[in-house]
Every structure is written in structure tokens, then in C-alpha cells.
């Protein structure tokens, strides 16, 4: 395993939901607080700042709530991979020297109802919107549906992924659906896009999720539980490959960026699917999850329905996936969401879980983010 360089040393979180009372930047600034908290550090001893957010314009004016200390802050935004981009910006800036401390928060508040936009803003043309296909939903059906078919996947498997997550949902204070709903309950749920149901799909929705970061060689001075920051990789599209906001498909297809991700981040970190301990996986649908499983390589196509049949990603089992609820509970804040899967797993490494810790002192987790259009995230945790 290689040597690490920047270790995880705070994480903070405001709780997801729905909050008519309160602005996305004030719920960054409660998550701020809260992982600086956590790290044992001071707003003052902050050296640089990436903040990320879809529906806020300047997500970094959070420093006018925590502190307007003139450090460089910055945003960026990469889709639903943003969690990724704002912790591997923020290890930069340490690695490079430029910050002893760094902070990374995602912040978003959006309206009810699936993602929608004008098709030019992605560079698409103005029919794809007309047919109703710029809606995410129409998206992730049809690549569940062929991936069931090329790979004998039923339909029970995507209401256990849902109701899985969902129960572990009812463990997390900071989840926004905390009501275990049964396998028999998914499955007669109304129809969305066929094969997904009501229950198998997230729902866009508001909060706030952040992360400090230092080098790996003094983080002991702050925490007695710091967890390392092994590898973080992300990949945009490859021609030929079946990804959001495609207008058609050549064949063959190619290995999507999750594949590709995964594979940089492996490397990186000089380890292999079969060392990782938890795992948080993109589960903007049940089927996202159920595909993203192979992607990773933490199984092999068609694994998948045995293993939910066994029980094997609950929190209990061999390979604990989504232990939080993943988006399926706790819905995407689109800045937010790949920091919340950090927060949920540093916890893990340490212990700290609670009701959903995962058994046998997990070592190594994985997060795995994938958004428009087409981009895909892999970082590597360990204690």
C-alpha cells in the first residue's frame, strides 16, 4: 500500500433534508463548524478553501459566516462527482505547501422534482430535451434495464438495494428519509421509469457536508484518529461509452469512467477490490448501485444477485455498501452528497458509527461518486 500523504483529520455535517429556514450557505457554515470541531482546530488556523455547490452562483462567500480572514477560497463543480474535486483540491493545496490546514465543503439547496435544464447547457441539441430525455430519470431506467437483461438481474434485487439502504437510513440522525420501507412494499410501488420505481430512485434536496484536511505527518497532532487519504481519481467520458447525456450509443461499448476511476484509484493506492472493508457507491436509483458494485470491481457483473440475496452488503455483512442509506435516504444536495459519503466512512474507520458501524474494525473504504455528464470519482480511505 503506498505511503500516505494527507490525512482526513475533521468531518462535519449538516443534516439533509428539506429547511425553509435557513440558506445553503448557512447550512455549509454549520458543517464547516462541525468538522473544524471535529479536527480541533479554529476557523483562524484554516489556510485555503474549496467550496462546491450547483444551485449557489459563489458557494465560497461562506466565509462571510465563518470568518472572512482573506484565505484563498475558491469554488468548483464537476456534477454529482463535486465531493471528490473539493477533497482532492483541498489535499493539493496541503501537498503543494500552500495551506498547513485545508477545508472542503459542499452546500445545495434545490427545488422539489427531478434535475431539468435547457439541453444547450450541456451541448446538447434541442430535440433531446423535447423527447423529455434531458430528465436523469429516463436515463438510469434504460441502463438498468439492459444491464438486467445482459446479466440476469431481477427486479427483487433492485427493491433489496432500496430497502437496504433505506434501513440503514433509519440508523443515520443526519438522513432525510428514516422510515424502513419492505422489499414487497418497493416492489409495488407506482412505476417511474421502467424498470425503477417510486422507492428506487433519490430525490434532489438540501444540506451540507465538509472536511479537513492536513498532512499525513503531523495529522496525529491534531487527532488520535486520523484516516489517510490513499488515492482519489476522476475520469470524464470516453467515446464509446454509455454515459448520461449520450444522444446515441455505438457498440461495442466501452468500460464506463466509474471502471476507469476505479482502476486509477487502485493503483494509487496500491491495493484491490478485494482489500476494501465499506464502500459508498452512487445510488442516485437502485440500479445505479447494482451496476456501480461491478464497476468498482468489488464483484464481478451478475454477482450482484446473490449477493443482496445473502445479505452480503448490509451493514453485517462482507462487503457493507451505503451503510448511511446512501442518496436513497439521505436524498442529493448535489454539492454535498460526495462529502457526506466521506463523513459517513471516516466515521466507520473509527469506530464512530454508532448503530451502523460496520463489524471486524473496518481498514479500508472506498467512495465511489458518478454524475453529469458522464463523470465518475474513486477516492481510497484507510486508518
Same mark, same amino acid.
Given at each position: 500500500?503506498? #505511503?500516505?500523504g494527507?490525512?482526513?483529520?475533521g ?11 435557513? &440558506? ?13 470541531k471535529?479536527? /480541533? $482546530?479554529?476557523? &483562524? ?6 467550496? /462546491? ?5 459563489? *458557494?465560497e462567500?461562506?466565509t462571510?459566516? $465563518?470568518?472572512m480572514?482573506?484565505?484563498?477560497a475558491?469554488a468548483?463543480?464537476s456534477?454529482c462527482?463535486?465531493?471528490?474535486? !473539493?477533497?482532492t ?6 501537498q ?9 465543503v459542499?452546500?445545495?439547496?434545490h ?14 441539441p434541442?430535440?433531446?430535451g %423535447?423527447?423529455?430525455?434531458f ?6 431506467g ?22 437496504k ?8 440522525d ?6 424502513p420501507? &419492505? ?16 422507492f428506487? =430512485?433519490?430525490?434532489?434536496n438540501?444540506?451540507?457536508?465538509a ?8 495529522a496525529?497532532? =491534531? #487527532? ?15 467515446e464509446?461509452? =454509455? ?11 466501452? *468500460? ?5 476511476a476505479?482502476?486509477a ?7 484491490g477490490?478485494?482489500? $476494501? ?6 445510488? #442516485? ?11 468498482t470491481?468489488?464483484c464481478? %457483473? ?11 452488503t ?12 446512501g442518496?436513497?435516504?439521505?436524498g ?5 452528497? /460526495? !462529502?457526506?459519503?466521506?463523513?459517513? !466512512? ?7 458509527? /454508532? ?14 461518486? =458518478?454524475?453529469?455528464?458522464g ?9
Amino acid at each position: 500500500m503506498s #505511503t500516505p500523504g494527507i490525512a482526513i483529520i475533521g468531518v462535519g455535517i449538516h443534516p439533509f433534508g428539506r429547511y425553509a429556514d435557513r &440558506s445553503a450557505l448557512e447550512m455549509g457554515a454549520v458543517a464547516i463548524g462541525r468538522a473544524l470541531k471535529d479536527a /480541533g $482546530v479554529d476557523w &483562524s488556523d484554516v489556510g485555503s478553501l474549496y467550496a /462546491g455547490s450547483l444551485e449557489v452562483a459563489n *458557494p465560497e462567500a461562506v466565509t462571510g459566516l $465563518v470568518g472572512m480572514t482573506g484565505i484563498p477560497a475558491r469554488a468548483t463543480l464537476s456534477g454529482c462527482a463535486t465531493g471528490n474535486s !473539493l477533497l482532492t483540491l483541498a489535499a493539493r493545496d496541503v501537498q503543494l505547501g500552500e495551506a498547513e490546514i485545508a477545508v472542503g465543503v459542499g452546500l445545495d439547496k434545490h427545488p422539489r422534482g427531478a434535475f431539468g435544464a435547457e439541453p444547450a447547457v450541456a451541448g446538447l441539441p434541442q430535440w433531446y430535451g %423535447d423527447q423529455g430525455m434531458f430528465l436523469t430519470t429516463h436515463y438510469f431506467g434504460t441502463k438498468i434495464m439492459r444491464y438486467m437483461h445482459d446479466h440476469n438481474i431481477s427486479e427483487e434485487t433492485l427493491a433489496r438495494v432500496a430497502a437496504k439502504n433505506l434501513a440503514n437510513g433509519a440508523l443515520a440522525d443526519h438522513a432525510w428519509r428514516r422510515k424502513p420501507i &419492505s422489499v414487497e412494499t418497493i416492489l409495488g410501488s407506482p412505476v417511474v421509469n421502467a424498470p425503477l420505481r417510486q422507492f428506487m =430512485y433519490c430525490n434532489p434536496n438540501e444540506g451540507a457536508a465538509a472536511v479537513v484536511v492536513c498532512r499525513a505527518d503531523v495529522a496525529k497532532k =491534531y #487527532t488520535d484518529t486520523p484516516v489517510y487519504l490513499r488515492a482519489s481519481a476522476l475520469r470524464s467520458r470516453r467515446e464509446g461509452a =454509455y454515459e448520461l447525456l449520450r444522444t446515441s450509443i455505438e457498440l461495442p461499448i466501452v *468500460p464506463g469512467t466509474t471502471a476507469e476511476a476505479a482502476k486509477a484509484a487502485y493503483e494509487q493506492a496500491g491495493i484491490g477490490p478485494e482489500d $476494501v472493508d465499506v464502500a459508498q457507491l452512487q445510488d #442516485t436509483d437502485a440500479g445505479s448501485e447494482v451496476i456501480h458494485m461491478a464497476e468498482t470491481g468489488l464483484c464481478k %457483473d451478475g454477482e450482484q444477485e446473490s449477493l443482496l440475496h445473502d445479505g452480503a452488503t448490509e451493514i453485517g455483512g462482507r462487503l457493507p455498501i451505503n451503510t448511511d442509506g446512501g442518496l436513497l435516504a439521505n436524498g442529493e444536495p448535489v454539492g454535498a452528497s /460526495g !462529502l457526506r459519503q466521506v463523513y459517513e !466512512l471516516v466515521h466507520q474507520l473509527r469506530g464512530s458509527a /454508532g448503530d451502523r458501524q460496520v463489524p471486524n474494525n473496518p481498514r479500508v473504504a472506498l467512495a465511489q461518486l =458518478y454524475g453529469s455528464p458522464g463523470t465518475a470519482a474513486v477516492a481510497i480511505l484507510t486508518r
